[in-house]
């Protein structure tokens, strides 16, 4: 039998003992949710605070704290048969306060893991656009909120990039890019009040861009995609690997976008694929410009199929950034040139309908260089348009050839030779550098190195001035 009179004199000392553990676990949850606030967004402590086990945890702590208060209150002697009762539940309670201290932490250093809280913050994002289709009066409270909650995630993605974080950054990215893409699935539910703007959600914009917004809904592919942007202008220094990230999710947001024919959605994302060129060319970060062309002719290839106007609109504005840079940076117009090249090499490959169009952008893309530097993007533009020739005559369109040969007729004879040659000298496929490419833009192998040379050879037929025929 237990002695409940030792107990019930105990009793002081087992709710100072409670109290002790209580008030250590709020102190240390305090400052590590506090320090976590700080580093990544101020939404952790809301989260953390209204997070279902946590309450429950400090709940069980301060009603085990209570129970005791209450039994050295009412005891009695000799105990009646409700107190023992009650006391064996005090005593388990407080068996389970001391077993559950450790576990409570590991539990706490969980829920504030970064990748942890990017993963609830998405899932609260989702909730609200669910939330508003199943209930459009809350349409008022669920929209600023969903905004804060997307600002948050991109918030965290800013400060990793500080931190020097990357794996951190790259989450965020995803995890924008998932919401958008939930919220495709979604857009056709949602009523007229859902995509109604006002103007202090969207601080920085003038009213006519709101009015613009509001009228083509994409307010919320324009929140998301502004929070790219941040994240991309301060990453184009700093982390290659977000850069391509952000690359790479653009392309594929913008390939579901088509394919559910949402055309404002689409407009707007080839408009950020613009925005980040130009950043990218403001920071002079070439590697950046590198990869967002090759995402941006992929998307073009992709959409081959199903668009006409799509293919030739971003073919423009490979020309026009490609001889934007060239002054300043002239690898840039030699990376638009390989990219155009691939891009008529696919239009021709899938009997794209407006390929003659296309093959006119990407013959317009050189201009008579009037710097040293100029001549090295000049004839980087030459040799992809004339390993694209090389390409027709394998395929037998002599035509074709005869079109870029015609654009290229005035130059004279050593250039052109010099930029064969060049093109010959070069034996490996791949790049000897790292790149996310993998290639080298002027290899050429196989029958097409043998048409390359034939091509070269109408050059040469017509001696060292070349005369434009009539």
């Not at 101020?42 to 989260?47: A, G, K, Q, V």
């Not at 504030?112 to 008022?140: C, D, G, M, V, Y």
């Not at 073009?300 to 971003?314: F, T, Y």
């Not at 996310?436 to 192998?445: E, K, L, S, T």
Request: proline residues 3%.
């Amino acid at each position: 039998m237990l002695d409940y009179k030792s107990i019930f004199g105990n009793i002081g000392s087992f709710a100072e003992v409670i109290t002790g553990v209580l008030g250590i676990a709020i102190t240390v949850v305090a400052i590590i949710v506090e320090l976590a606030a700080t580093r990544y967004t101020p939404r952790i402590s809301e989260l953390f605070i209204r997070g279902r086990l946590n309450i429950s945890i400090l709940s069980f702590y301060i009603l085990t704290c209570i129970l005791g208060i209450w039994i050295a209150v009412l005891q009695s002697e000799p105990p009646a048969n409700w107190l023992v009762i009650l006391v064996w539940i005090y005593l388990v309670c407080v068996t389970i306060s001391f077993v559950s201290v450790l576990p409570y932490f590991i539990y706490v250093f969980t829920f504030l893991h970064p990748n942890n809280i990017i993963n609830r913050l998405e899932i609260l994002s989702k909730n609200f656009l669910e939330k508003t289709i199943e209930n459009p009066a809350k349409i008022l409270s669920t929209k600023p909120n969903f905004l804060i909650t997307i600002e948050q995630i991109s918030d965290i993605g800013l400060n990793s990039i500080a931190n020097m974080d990357r794996s951190l950054g790259l989450s965020c990215v995803a995890s924008l890019e998932r919401i958008l893409m939930h919220y495709f699935m979604l857009k056709d539910r949602f009523t007229s009040e859902w995509f109604k703007l006002d103007e202090r959600n969207f601080f920085g914009f003038s009213h006519h861009s709101v009015a613009r917004i509001e009228e083509s809904r994409t307010w919320v592919e324009m929140a998301i995609m502004k929070q790219y942007e941040f994240i991309f202008g301060r990453a184009v220094s700093q982390n290659r690997e977000l850069v391509q990230e952000i690359s790479n999710d653009t392309k594929e947001v913008a390939l579901v976008a088509i394919r559910r024919r949402i055309d404002e959605a689409t407009e707007l994302i080839v408009i950020f694929f613009n925005t980040f060129l130009r950043i990218s060319f403001n920071e002079r970060n070439q590697y950046a410009i590198y990869n967002i062309f090759d995402q941006y002719r992929s998307l073009a290839e992709e959409v081959l199929a199903v668009d006409e106007d799509l293919p030739l609109e971003i073919a423009n504005y490979f020309k026009y950034y490609g001889q934007a840079a060239l002054k300043v940076m002239p690898f840039t117009i030699v990376i638009a040139s390989n990219d155009l090249r691939m891009l008529n090499e696919k239009a021709y490959a899938i009997n794209f309908s407006k390929r003659d169009e296309l093959l006119d952008i990407f013959l317009e893309l050189d201009k008579p260089p009037e710097s040293e530097a100029e001549e090295i993007g000049f004839r980087g533009v030459r040799k992809s348009q004339a390993i694209l020739a090389a390409f027709y005559l394998e395929l037998g369109e002599k035509a074709l050839a005869r079109r870029i040969y015609q654009d290229m007729i005035s130059e004279p004879l050593d250039r052109m030779i010099s930029i064969r040659d060049e093109i010959l000298e070069v034996k490996g496929e791949r790049f000897w550098e790292v790149t996310d490419r993998w290639i080298n833009f002027d290899y050429v192998a196989g029958e097409r190195r043998e048409k390359l040379i034939e091509f070269f050879s109408w050059f040469e037929a017509r001696g060292p001035i070349a005369k434009v025929e009539s």
